[in-house]
């Protein structure tokens, strides 16, 4: 899936009569990150990603899934194959979160949810993702810290957490060799 993200981007924005510089000026990034992004795959933080949906007029999930449907959608899984993997900051090349869409294809949908396999990332503020909207996360196994403004939060399997995504932010396995598994449902207003 993270072969087609920049292509989908791409065409998105090609759709919505924006130039790479249009989109980068709404991103807070360069145009030549967005070359990155839609030519050699790069993919970017999580909040640049929100970023462009706002400013191409999709959902977030429009970014990161195939095609959409109505009525409900089931997940197996064995169906959770298919993942995006973004960094904590858009201008560096580490991946530190896996995400597996749990409401891939579901059309018109208020809510993201996903499984996120997180690895360990620094705190400091390059990596904080900030945007509109709200975040729960469930711990579903191992631990993580929460970086939340000036806080942090440890949480361990079954513990949660949801708090408002404006406030920078960022969460992190807690062993540098470890994953960790989390739910997380994000919403992000239009």
Known sequence: MSG???NKIKQLREAAHLTPEALAEAAC????????????????????????ARAMGVRLGTLLDGAEQTGPIV??????HR????????????NNLDFFSLAEGKADRNMEPYVVNVGHSTADAANRSQHEGEEFLY?????VTVYYGQQ????????SIYYDSIVPHCISSQ??????????VTFTPY
Request: hydrophobic share 40%.
């Open 4 to 6: 087609n993200i920049g």
């Open 29 to 52: 990034i360069t145009p030549e990150q967005v070359a990155l992004i839609e030519n050699e795959g790069k993919i970017p933080a999580i909040s640049t990603l929100i970023k462009f």
């Open 75 to 80: 997940t197996e899984a064995a169906a959770r």
């Open 83 to 94: 993942t995006v993997s973004v960094t904590s900051n858009s201008n560096k090349n580490i």
């Open 139 to 143: 711990v579903l196994d191992g631990k």
């Open 152 to 159: 942090s939060y440890t949480l361990g399997k079954g513990d």
């Open 175 to 184: 062993a540098e060799n470890a994953t960790a598994k989390v739910l997380a």
